[in-house]
């Protein structure tokens, strides 16, 4: 017990260092098929025609399938649950292979070979008659008059959705507000603002390429192993595509090495499975380049957010408007819910004391297709609300701390439009925290009239986020256990590790709930939609919340059946055990039990009596006097038990396991921290209690439990008992009706060479408001990699399209900058751990989050340092020197 | 038409018959199945399929197999002893938590064996230019340097006791 909290070594790294564990492309066959897809070279029209004739005659080609030949089942991409409701089901407007092309480089055809080689010349070779039409590239172009619709089959016009939002009375708009504002406080006492603020169209950029590779398998199932998040939702969408019932499709996922919400969506698994079965079901692979990916896969979208506030002069918000512009590209993917979702976190993040007006326009383009990406609208939206806030409050004069901390949300905040909820509140703390930590007052002071063309600056930005998607979407997840014959346990999640650390966590998470001890836990890595159990997959900051409440109820259950097959024995000791080999040790215990529960000839020993503690089973003290009554130590007992449950949530980060196995960096901490719970009695034991003579001292464990026999006993009987087998196993699904917000900020400091463009960061620390950690070394990797990827988004990533032809311009890891390790400084994590009353183990959301507030700080810092504002990323040489001449600093 | 080549791969000397054409990768990969060398983009600009040649790190995606021809060649796989136990560096990645989805692993590893058998000590910032041809999205490289570096104090230490 006790691993929750712990920095534990992930359960997954001594694959991953040694090369030992297995990714997608690892566990080909070698007699595999290789598939090259054929893409569009216009961005709008019609495929008129295709000649493969020359194509076909490249030695070693099998088959060309074109989009002459798949079936016309659209389907939907978006790894969201499926919704039994029509009206929100994911938009169907893909197949699988485009006759209508949608953008520069859609997927017309596919070649089959023998060899990637062969594969791809003869690719090269197909010829393709188009009807070319003029391509819309651009939000404004979609939405101009007379502008083509271009998915007809499913909107009329490019506008896939429009969400409109509001905070505060009725029916509100900006209009009124401002109207109010004048009245209410006098036109000379408000100041009115407005502010446009650009982000740009990136790549996810996970290291290994979207690849997958298909059979069909000798029950006729079309079988595909592939990089994704979602094993579940791509089985609903390959069966969508191909017309097939869904248990004729299987999905496997393996280790997969990055995802980042591009693999939250069906990529090319329906085509995979689709070119298998066109060869008779032969093993068939699809790796997807890495310029195809960047081309023909998601991106996060472009968002322009057009603003604008009133405040009153002393700084008070008083409304604001935001209509935000998402650039969706050629297929709806997961677009409806992205631009929505950056309204959100605009209106509720500050209190706009009048109202808050937000207009979200999602709009289809002959461009890449947009879709999830780490942070799902809200890098996008902490972009244009947090550079706003800045300009707000440097017009009203006062320290952008000061003015969030002013104006932020508010503990116990809830969503009026959804009803989630602030159920544990760290953003002002958290604030506070980062402000201390860097320096800030300070450092604000020290910046203030520099001269020169080298300045330095200071800036921060804030943030929210909802953890999971409900009351938005189902949120549903199940979790399995089995019990070995020698006491340990596999665990098997629908959740999935993306590298994360899932897994890693589901572990501690069973540990700690079951009582086996964490090294006697194996966690089943792969998702196999046979035999795992459902989960709809890694997205949103999800799976600890709400897949890690179906782990911790599936635990408590193995765990009751261990305790109950373990009462069993000790209350059989005389009859069914007898003649067992653990018959001696059993009775022993069941005399010890007597002694110290003063139990009668006849007295039942109950399940509850009994706890599993780091794979023994024990006994829980009655917390009276021995040699009480039967009756009251019922009562008691069960009361305590009661307790126990509660105390078990309430124990987590405490209790140290002190043995060298599990010893950690924390581990001395940890112990104390146990040393403490001990004496406390989590389970209403007073250590004063205790009655050594009859316990012997060494039987009594950390937590005041008298230790008994190893649980392997139990098992190993449970299995191979001749008078009651009993294979224990647990499983659970957990539907999942709450959701809670994360929050956090990043402070971060730079110095900008304004002669030369470069914005160079002396230092960067986020705090994340994320409830309890399970596991501090996983958490800290997380925020540093959304950190990193945040300073990629404020400094150097921006997915180039030509506007007259549509064709993206820098489809490959050198013209498309990403962080190095140069590019990236020593960065700081730090937390404000608070419970939260929802999460399993008063956990919420961290998993996107770090992604999240960086680039606004760092545009706020590059404001401080120069007085610039750069109200479009990324912040490249090109525009900051731009800016600076503009300005007359340069 | 295939060549026939030799080489020695993880201190074992392997005869093979490969395409000329064929990339280190494709060869370590598909025809001797060592698949701890990762494709990222095939054409050297992410370091996952870094391997050491002759003691040095290269990018065996843009590695002809017949230039490795008489050459030595160390993967991840050839680093933990015969016993199976790992090596240092493998194991300070693991205690340094410097390991998230893992795909860019043990390319950066095989840099790291590079950077330690130099035997001396380096900044930071040092540690970064020779890391800088790797590509990571999950880590920022904050606890791979971490890791990088107490591989390298690992070393000295050793060093300085042998």
């Known amino acids: 017990m006790g691993s929750i909290g712990q920095r534990k070594k992930r359960v997954d790294a001594y694959g991953k260092v040694t090369g030992e564990a297995k990714y997608t492309a690892d566990l080909e066959p070698v007699n595999i098929l290789h598939a090259k897809v054929v893409h569009s070279t216009i961005a709008n029209g019609l495929v008129k025609s295709m000649d493969i004739d020359e194509a076909a005659k490249v030695p070693g080609v099998v088959k060309i399938v074109t989009c002459f030949d798949v079936p016309e089942n659209y389907f939907p991409t978006a790894g969201h649950p499926w919704s039994v409701e029509p009206p929100h089901q994911d938009i169907c407007d893909r197949l699988l292979l485009a006759r209508r ?293 440097e017009l009203c004069g006062m320290d952008p701390c000061d003015f969030r901390i002013k104006n932020c949300m508010e503990d116990q905040f809830v969503d009026p439009g959804n009803g989630i909820t602030f159920h544990s509140y760290g953003l002002i703390d958290s604030i506070k925290k980062g402000r201390e930590f860097i320096g800030w007052d300070k450092k604000r002071a020290l910046y203030k009239n520099q001269t020169g063309s080298v300045r330095r600056g200071i800036g921060m930005a804030i943030f929210c986020y909802k953890t999971g998607v409900h009351p938005i979407s189902l949120e549903t997840a199940s979790a399995r256990m089995v019990l070995n014959p020698d006491g340990s346990a596999q665990i098997f999640m629908g959740a999935t590790e993306i590298g994360q650390g899932a897994d890693t966590v589901f572990t501690q998470i069973a540990a700690d709930v079951t009582g086996i001890a964490y090294d006697r836990l194996f966690i089943e890595s792969t998702q196999d939609t046979d035999t795992s159990p459902f989960d709809t997959g890694a997205y949103a900051s999800r799976q600890t919340y709400v897949s890690g409440m179906a782990l911790k109820k599936c635990g408590k259950q193995l765990k009751e059946r261990i305790l109950g097959y373990a009462a069993y024995m000790l209350n059989t000791a005389d009859t069914d055990i007898a003649k067992t080999e653990h018959a001696e040790k059993i009775r022993e215990a069941k005399e010890r039990i007597a002694k110290l529960c003063g139990l009668k000839e006849g007295d039942e020993i109950r399940p509850e009596m009994l706890e599993l503690s780091e794979s023994i089973i024990c006994l829980i003290l009655p917390k009276e006097k021995k040699g009480d009554a039967a009756g009251d130590r019922t009562d008691t007992t069960g009361k305590a038990d009661a307790e126990g449950q509660e105390a078990a949530v309430d124990r987590t980060s405490g209790i140290g396991q002190a043995d060298g196995a599990t010893q950690t960096d924390t581990a001395g901490k940890a112990d104390a921290a146990g040393q403490e719970a001990a004496t406390v009695g989590a389970v209403g034991i007073d250590v004063n209690d205790v009655d050594y003579e009859v316990c012997g001292s060494e039987n009594i464990d950390s937590q005041g439990l008298v230790k008994l026999f190893d649980s392997a006993i139990v098992a190993e009987t449970a299995f191979y008992s001749l008078d009651r087998s009993e294979h224990i196993t647990a499983e659970v699904t957990n539907q999942c009706k709450k959701n809670t917000f994360s929050s956090g900020c990043c402070f971060a400091e730079v110095e900008v060479d304004m002669k030369l463009g470069l914005v160079k960061i002396l230092n960067m620390v986020d705090v994340h408001d994320s409830g309890r950690l399970i596991n501090p070394a996983i958490s800290e990797g997380q925020v540093h990699g959304g950190m990193s990827q945040s300073i990629g988004y404020a400094l150097s990533e921006e997915l180039l399209v030509d506007e007259k032809t549509g064709r993206v311009l820098n489809d490959n890891l050198l013209d498309f900058k990403i962080p190095t390790a140069m590019d990236t400084p020593d960065m700081d994590a730090l937390f404000v751990e608070l419970e939260d009353p929802t999460g399993p183990f008063g956990n919420k959301a961290l998993g996107e989050p770090p992604a999240v507030p960086g680039a606004p700080a760092l545009r706020n810092a590059v404001l401080n340092a120069t007085g610039v504002h750069m109200d479009e990323i990324p912040m490249t040489s090109q525009k900051l020197i731009a800016k600076f001449k503009e300005a007359g600093l340069i | 038409m295939l060549e026939i080549i030799s080489m020695r791969v993880n201190g074992k000397d392997v005869e093979l018959a490969i395409d000329p054409r064929e990339s280190l990768l494709d060869t370590l990969r598909r025809r001797l199945g060592l698949t701890s060398v990762k494709k990222g983009c095939e054409v050297g600009e992410c370091g996952a399929c870094t391997v050491l040649v002759e003691g040095e790190a290269i990018d065996s995606c843009i590695y002809l197999t017949v230039w490795a021809k008489g050459k030595s060649i160390l993967t991840v796989e050839g680093l933990k002893s015969p016993t199976g136990e790992l090596s240092p560096i493998q194991q300070a990645f693991i205690d340094e938590a410097a390991v998230q989805c893992g795909f860019c692993i043990p390319g950066i590893i095989m840099s790291a064996v590079e950077i330690v058998g130099a035997g001396r000590r380096y900044e930071r910032d040092e540690l970064r230019k020779l890391l800088s041809g790797h590509l990571c999205r999950c880590t920022g490289y904050e606890k791979i340097i971490d890791a990088v570096e107490k591989a390298v104090e690992a070393k000295l230490a050793s060093q300085r006791a042998g």
């Not at chain 1, 191909?242 to 299987?250: A, E, N, Q, T």
Request: proline share 5%; net charge negative; glycine share 8%.
């Open chain 1, 101 to 393: 092309v949608h953008y520069y480089g859609d997927d017309i055809a596919a070649v089959i070979a023998e060899d990637e080689v062969a594969a791809a010349r003869a690719a090269r070779l197909i010829k393709v008659e188009y009807e070319e039409y003029e391509p819309i590239v651009t939000v404004p172009a979609a939405l101009s008059e007379g502008a083509t619709p271009l998915h007809p089959e499913v909107r009329k016009d490019n506008v896939i959705v429009h969400s409109h939002m509001t905070m505060g009375p009725k029916g509100f708009t900006y209009e009124d507000g401002l109207r109010e504002a004048e009245e209410k406080y006098g036109r000379e006492n408000i100041i009115v603002f407005e502010g446009d603020y650009n982000t740009p169209r990136i790549s996810h950029c996970h290291i290994e390429l979207p690849v997958s590779w298909a059979y069909v398998d000798t029950n006729g199932k079309v079988t595909v192993i592939t990089s994704t998040q979602i094993p579940h939702i791509v089985r609903k969408s390959v069966a969508v595509a191909l017309g097939l019932p869904m248990g004729k499709v299987r999905v496997i996922k393996p280790y997969i090495g990055g995802g980042f919400g591009n693999k939250q969506d069906v990529l090319y698994e329906p085509l995979n499975a689709y070119l298998s079965m066109q060869v008779g079901g032969r093993p068939v692979r699809l790796e997807i380049s890495r310029e195809e990916t960047i081309v023909s896969t998601r991106t996060r979208h472009a968002i322009r957010g057009e603003c604008k506030a009133v405040m009153t002069k002393d700084g008070t918000m008083l409304a604001r408007e935001l209509t935000a512009w998402a650039n969706n590209g050629a297929y709806a993917s997961h677009g409806h819910a992205i631009c929505a979702n950056c309204g959100t976190v605009f209106k509720d993040l500050y209190r706009d004391r009048l109202g808050t007006e937000v207009d979200c326009w999602t709009v289809y383009t002959s461009s890449p297709t947009a879709g999830a990406m780490r942070g799902y609208g809200i890098p996008q939206s902490a972009f244009i609300t947090e550079c706003l806030t800045d300009d707000l409050a």
